[in-house]
């Protein structure tokens, strides 16, 4: 006790003053200031009020009268994958899972407007999917999914802005089918399928049937003009007999009478299988002119 009594009065009454100071303010700095992570926003109420909402870095409060009432992060957030029915226009029931990812941008709106975040997305997300899928048909469910994701997100989006809510993704994972119409739908693909193979059957069909005719119309065109040649040679044929008849007279006519005789017989003696040739009476008379007039004599 003497010992205790010689220090107090050692320092004396002022400096246990001194001293409780001194703690006060290092209390004071300690209490007053905050370093917010920069994952974080501090929201600052006063008497229970808000008061300010403090950013990453280092930040300045009044001690004893501002207090650090919600510590928020706001790095984005995956709420669990979700999974609810909804019935398409078409009366077909689905099964839709959902995923969204969100983050959170205004604290003092968040803290203040809504009691359970993740809660209140989810069911937000349920209901405007089966409202949406409610507009649509089953097929175009399946085939404009990206559509239809954009059209959630920008809803969402919408529905949570009161709450300080950035909705950065929405995204449907799957869409599955009651086993019937599963069977359903299966058949409908064989049909269409077998539709599609008959349609490419009579298309090769009908290309076959066009290019047969393409080739009968060819050959009928190249044997016109086969013709059409061979007219013309025998018009000029005609043509130099006429000349030469009208230059020599009934000699040339009476020579081109006998050629064609000889020429006719020479075509049937080359007929096959034939090992007879019966010859008109007057065979050897053409055959004797047609020398004859080669020499320049006369029948």
């Not at 002022?14 to 004071?28: E, H, R, S």
């Not at 501090?42 to 008061?51: A, N, S, T, W």
């Not at 049937?268 to 065979?283: D, H, I, R, Y």
Request: glycine letters at 6%; charged letters at 25%; hydrophobic letters at 45%.
């Amino acid at each position: 006790m003497n010992i205790i009594a010689e220090i107090i009065n050692t320092l004396g009454g002022g400096g246990i003053v001194g001293l409780l100071f001194a703690l006060f303010i290092i209390i004071c700095i300690f209490l007053g200031v905050r370093i917010v992570p920069q994952s974080e926003k501090y929201v600052i109420e006063r008497f229970g009020r808000l008061r300010v909402v403090l950013g990453p870095g280092i930040n300045f409060i009044i001690p004893f009268l501002d207090r650090v009432a919600h510590r928020i992060s706001i790095l984005e957030r995956q709420l669990p994958n979700a999974s609810q029915d909804a019935i398409t226009s078409d009366n077909v029931l689905v099964r839709v899972e959902t995923s969204v990812f969100y983050r959170i941008t205004e604290p003092e709106r968040t803290v203040y407007r809504i009691r359970d975040v993740d809660a209140a997305i989810a069911t937000t997300v349920a209901g405007i999917v089966r409202a949406e899928i409610g507009k649509m048909e089953l097929d175009e469910v399946q085939s404009n999914r990206a559509q239809l994701i954009t059209q959630i997100q920008v809803l969402v989006e919408s529905a949570v802005d009161d709450w300080g809510i950035e909705v950065t993704r929405a995204e449907i994972l799957d869409v599955n089918l009651d086993q019937a119409t599963r069977d359903a739908m299966l058949q409908q693909l064989n049909a269409e399928r077998a539709r599609r193979a008959q349609v490419t059957e009579a298309e090769g069909t009908k290309r076959a049937v066009e290019l047969n005719a393409d080739a009968e119309l060819y050959a009928a065109e190249q044997q016109a003009k086969a013709r059409r040649v061979s007219a013309d040679a025998e018009a000029y044929a005609t043509e130099v007999v006429a000349k030469a008849i009208k230059e020599n007279g009934i000699e040339a006519a009476q020579y081109q009478v006998a050629l064609k005789q000889v020429e006719a017989l020479s075509e049937v003696a080359k007929g096959e299988g034939k090992q007879t040739v019966l010859l008109p009476s007057n065979a050897l008379d053409a055959f004797g002119d047609a020398f004859n007039m080669l020499k320049g004599g006369s029948k």
